[in-house]
């Protein structure tokens, strides 16, 4: 299986994508073209649920959407004028196929296929509910929750099922579900995941980011604002805001590396906003230096930013194979690392004897950046300095990001300074929490109601953690042996 970023085991993981279009001639084609748009946010599998007007079809699989979902048989087993997808990398929940979304259920109100982008918070506590009201679950996905939820609720029409059930939940989601009378899309109420309402013709699509619009030739509509709930029917949108207002609380990690520099979140366009981070950066961060080099692919905005700041020239001193997934040499720690060089490479000529400025996006373990530094110093480099475009990531992410647990993130366990040393580089720094706001267009973080969500940068979690509270390890124990392969 192939993974999108050469260093695939020092990134904070993606989350998920989801796609769906309601109205279209070959919704499944379109539906696979939009997800092809959405790889980034996820690289382990696939889903596709298409409705014919009378029966669902799905085809779900392990790897990506290319491989998949590039034959005509499979599109044409997905028959409908209806469609939802999803791209996947387990938050929670094993890599298995039963784990792979959009998950189906044949409900008493019809069937009902949903596609989630986020992390439900209270997923154990709810399941381990359900369990003993004698629900069955299929899979280990905080997903299945919703369905179930929906399935034992006491209302009588669908939607009031579904309001219900999203009442009961907390933490993050952007769902696209898929039902015999339409589509339905909806946001967390503080707005932490994406989700984007475009148009192709008559038809309506939702998706986790502009650029699946772009890619599938769609109009950009608007945002789903946080808390709405659309649904899609007849050709016709209608808004329900089941859920009292609330400030909201976006995901800033968007901005920082998540979403794809050609969208644009809430407005605002991501490849503009890394530059700017850059720019702040290298107010905050000056050194001097005779390059700025980006760590491709997540660092080349903000060091263009950078480079642009400081007047310091912005040069390509780390090439980066395009052809090359996880490595695929294994024995031995000498061969494995020799492997490092078929993803990342040094541009030796250009290196040799000069001042660099890495730009990174951020620093999870360390793992990373040491190997980068040490590359640098390997070609000749004189001194390294590494710009980090992101406050340092010293929390735990319990929205949709499989962030490492605390303990094994350097920043929580290390000072600025003893990450340099751990990293190897002349110097260290990184984005303060007011820069980055600053980069958004803030004057600085509202501490008392923080605009944006940043928890893994400031440990302020916008939610109640039920699932991750003390009282509740032993639950989470008892589920996470079920997760094993």
């Known amino acids: 299986m192939l993974t999108t970023h050469p260093f695939d085991d020092d990134k904070l993981r993606e989350e998920c994508g989801v796609f769906g279009i309601h109205g279209a001639e070959s919704a499944a084609a379109v539906a696979a073209l939009g997800l092809h748009a959405l790889q980034h946010r996820g690289q382990e599998a ?50 298995a196929l039963r784990n792979v979304q959009p998950l189906f259920a044949d409900l008493a109100t019809g069937g009902f296929a949903v596609a989630h982008n986020g992390n439900i918070s209270n997923a154990m506590a709810l399941r381990k509910i359900l369990v003993r009201r004698g629900s069955i679950f299929q899979s280990t996905s905080d997903t299945e929750v919703i369905i179930h939820l929906v399935a034992t609720s006491n209302y009588r029409t669908l939607l009031d099922r579904f309001i219900d059930a999203l009442k009961q939940v907390e933490g993050a989601y952007s769902l696209i579900c898929l039902t015999a009378e339409g589509m339905i899309g909806c946001r967390d109420p503080l707005g932490i995941r994406p989700l984007v309402i475009g148009k192709l013709g008559d038809a309506y699509i939702l998706a986790s980011e502009t650029v699946a619009l772009d890619v599938v030739g769609a109009e950009f509509v608007r945002s789903v604002d946080p808390g709405e709930l659309v649904i899609i029917r007849d050709g016709q949108l209608s808004s329900h805001r089941p859920f009292a207002d609330r400030a909201a609380r976006p995901c800033i990690f968007e901005y920082v590396y998540f979403s794809r520099p050609d969208s644009i979140v809430d407005g605002t366009s991501v490849y503009s906003v890394r530059k700017a981070i850059g720019a702040e950066l290298a107010r905050e961060n000056p050194v001097d230096a005779d390059l700025v080099i980006p760590v491709p692919d997540s660092g080349t905005p903000a060091a263009i930013g950078y480079a642009q700041e400081s007047g310091i020239p912005f040069e390509l001193g780390i090439i980066r194979s395009h052809y090359v997934g996880r490595t695929f040499i294994q024995p031995g720690d000498k061969v494995r690392h020799l492997g490092v060089k078929l993803k990342h490479n040094a541009n030796r000529a250009l290196i040799a004897g000069k001042r660099i400025v890495l730009i990174d996006d951020s620093i999870v373990r360390g793992t990373t950046s040491l190997k980068i530094v040490q590359m640098m110093r390997d070609a000749g480099a004189a001194e390294v300095h590494m710009r980090i475009a992101s406050p340092p990531t010293s929390h735990s992410c319990f929205y949709g990001v499989d962030t490492p647990e605390r303990a094994k993130l350097l920043a929580a366990q290390m000072t600025v300074g003893q990450m340099a040393n751990f990293i190897n580089a002349d110097s260290l720094s990184f984005l303060t929490i007011d820069g980055l ?33 003390e009282n509740s390890l032993e639950d989470q124990f008892s589920l996470l042996a079920e997760r094993v392969v």
């Open 46 to 95: 696939a889903g596709i649920t298409a409705f014919d007007g009378k029966d669902f079809h799905t085809h779900r699989a392990m790897g990506h959407v290319a491989g998949n979902f590039d034959r005509d048989d499979i599109i044409r087993q997905l028959a409908g004028a209806s469609a939802i997808g999803h791209v996947r990398y387990s938050t929670t929940g094993e890599t």
């Open 437 to 469: 706001y600053r980069a958004l267009g803030e004057a600085r973080r509202a501490d008392d109601c923080p605009q944006y969500c940043d928890a893994c940068f400031t440990g302020d979690y916008p939610t109640t953690l039920t699932d991750f509270d």
